[in-house]
């Protein structure tokens, strides 16, 4: 086959409450890894007719994904234990995504996560490994990639990220290989479709547009540039703490006049990934896993008083319920994109960099001592 094309269990816009089961599977374009990936699903449950084991393996799938969110929360030490009830028991969108639509979405979030576990390990090489591999089940970890290449710049300078890059870069080709040889314009632009146009039935966030905005070139034009300008804000403003220019992260780091303070992994990928998700042309409702598991860190990564804890957890209500209101309205999209904006302004002004320290002024009482010593 020419392109990566594999039957897949659900439908475009997810499960919703009173659908049926887990259907018939329905053809879809994504790259390689994904082929491989639920090929051999497909064949260990008797050609998809055995659903009920493909949702055991994807239950399965769920609490190995939490095994590695929880492990990363609990090096960032961050987010209060509550929380992480809503994590686990107060989704039903996301129990549905996983178990009940069995998406290649929460297969490539639990690949990140792993990746990003690595990489929280000093093990930047298997994680590069692992975030492609996560890339070639679904492109949407693309929005991840800045702030990774900016980790890896701040690392290990332009030559060192190098080795690091070629890693992702050849996975994909040796993925990809069998469909490159056969048909590598179809594979690429298939596989790879930044252009693909989406359906305004399925729009969880821009439900409030008229659907010839939501369709015109020029509105997905602005939205890039908007994210192209928040990634470009973080990192010169968010994501850079050192003194010297976010051209010195292309040097050596032993050649750096100023070291920089230790960074923080989670925030940047995790940031890094939200802008992409505020600025996405459309998030159906399997897009949710996206970025569900990063909200309480992006909530609660900025210092907080006992009182603001409160509103933090109604906003993770909010969006819950913008994700569960289906079909979606003008009022669940807007409440989305508010709460969004929140998360955002937390985000920027949380994290803001500490002003820089007034120089001691000097004592008069000194001064007066060495006076009489004259």
């Not at 939501?214 to 939205?223: D, E, G, I, K, S």
Request: charged share 10%; aromatic share 14%; glycine share 6%.
């Amino acid at each position: 086959m020419g392109t990566a094309e594999l039957p897949v269990t659900g439908g475009p816009g997810g499960s919703q409450r009173g659908s049926p089961g887990p259907s018939l599977p329905s053809l879809h374009s994504y790259p390689a890894g994904f082929v491989y990936i639920f090929l051999g699903l497909y064949y260990a449950t008797g050609r998809g007719t055995d659903i009920r084991l493909a949702q055991y393996l994807f239950a399965g799938l769920y609490l190995l994904n939490l095994l590695l969110v929880f492990r990363i929360y609990c090096r960032t030490n961050k987010v209060p234990p509550y929380v992480f009830f809503f994590m686990c028991c107060a989704s039903y969108r996301i129990h549905s995504i996983f178990v009940l639509r069995l998406f290649n979405d929460p297969v490539a979030m639990a690949i990140l996560f792993l990746a990003i576990n690595l990489f929280l390990e000093e093990h930047w090489s298997w994680g590069c490994f692992l975030f492609s591999l996560a890339v070639s089940v679904k492109m949407n970890i693309l929005l991840f990639a800045p702030g990774l290449l900016f980790l890896l710049l701040q690392r290990f300078g332009l030559l060192g990220c190098i080795p690091k890059l070629c890693i992702c870069a050849l996975l994909q080709v040796v993925l990809g290989l069998p469909f490159l040889l056969v048909n590598p314009v179809g594979y690429l632009t298939r596989s790879f479709d930044l252009g693909r146009q989406f359906q305004f039935k399925w729009t969880v966030n821009w439900r409030f547009l008229p659907e010839e905005v939501f369709q015109n070139r020029a509105f997905h034009a602005t939205l890039l540039l908007a994210h192209l300008a928040g990634l470009g804000l973080f990192a010169l403003h968010r994501w850079h703490r050192s003194k010297e220019s976010i051209l010195a992260l292309l040097k050596d780091p032993a050649e750096r006049k100023h070291t920089s303070p230790p960074l923080t992994i989670v925030f940047v990928l995790f940031s890094s990934n939200f802008l992409g998700v505020c600025c996405s042309r459309s998030l159906h409702y399997q897009f949710y896993v996206w970025y569900f598991h990063t909200l309480p860190y992006l909530l609660w990564c900025t210092p907080t008083t006992k009182l603001a804890h409160m509103p933090k957890v109604l906003l993770l209500g909010v969006i819950e319920l913008c994700w569960n209101t289906y079909p979606s309205t003008v009022c669940s999209s807007l409440s989305l994109h508010i709460c969004h904006g929140l998360v955002l302004l937390q985000l920027w002004y949380g994290t803001a960099p500490p002003p820089a320290p007034h120089p001691p002024q000097p004592s008069r009482r000194p001064a007066a001592i060495s006076k009489k010593a004259q």
